[in-house]
């Protein structure tokens, strides 16, 4: 669950069809409410493209970093 953890809703994007048991969508429809620990977390495909973006984002920042550090 650490992902939940290291979650920060307002960095969430809505999507056009949220998805209620997608923890990141449920976050947009619910931002004063913590996901139900009881439900199994699923990531929409909105959501898991949205992901892959900044894994991708995050990893070119280090490669520019160690660029520059180099
Ligand atoms: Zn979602």
Redesign the pocket.
Known sequence: MSHLAAMQPELIPA?SA??ED?C??WY?LHPCMPFPESWTST??T??SAWLLAQLARRREQRLREQVIAA
Do not use: L
Request: proline share 9%; hydrophobic share 25%; net charge negative.
């Open positions: 999507t949220p998805v997608c990141y969508c947009v990531i929409c909105d959501h």
